[in-house]
């Protein structure tokens, strides 16, 4: 399976923070006044009160921007870190990559001393969204072997509440679902390059899903057909915010 350090080069372009959305994860945190982001990635999100970000990628942690929290090259299923290191642990679009889900979540609740944010996207929901339904079916089956079901995650949490993430039409983080209203977006390979699942399903699946949603785009068939989300302003498209107070 291809890693950061192979996929994460241009995240800084096309992984850019939405504000809405880093206004969930801040209300999200509460009153936390130092936390602690696992699989920060190149730190979106992190708020001015981030003590110390752990990512694994060396690729990433070198697109971190200055000033941001100092970061430790480690994994997160095994945190050289003390108990009780921060008011909060956060982990954003990041517990699908995990090789070990039981353990990297048992090292959130560790190191967090009040609370633990997760943001995450319910599978259920995420691989219904026009594009893996329609164009990449075979990549949401691929999805499918990595995915985390929502309650299972909830309940490995100790009961977290779950927290609708709806996700705006002119969304500035590119992550899967962020184009929803903009198709012609999945056509440029520096969008699909800050996208790990085009990076992680053959070239060959996903060239074909992508000629097919060129000629829709062109004869007009996708905005027919989904004539739909152009009104609107955000969509559902299954993530959620995940919050264990301890």
Known sequence: MATYDSIGATYADTRRPDPRIAARVR?????????INVGAGTGSYEPSYTVLAVEPSSVMIAQRPAGSAPALQASAESIPLADDSADAAMALLTVHHWSDLEAGIGELLRIARQRVVVLTFDPGI???????????????A????????????????GGARIETVP???????????AFWRRPEAYLDPEVRAGISLFAQTGDEVVQQGLARLSDDLTSGRWHRRHADLLDRETLDVGYRLLVADL
């Open 27 to 35: 209300q999200a945190l509460g009153s936390a006044t130092s936390v």
């Open 126 to 140: 995420n691989h219904r969204f026009w594009l893996l339904e329609e164009y990449l079916p075979e990549a949401a």
């Open 142 to 157: 691929f999805d499918s072997t990595r995915a985390v079901a929502v309650d299972r995650l909830a309940m490995l949490l």
């Open 167 to 177: 996700i705006p039409h002119d969304c500035t983080d590119g992550f899967l679902a």
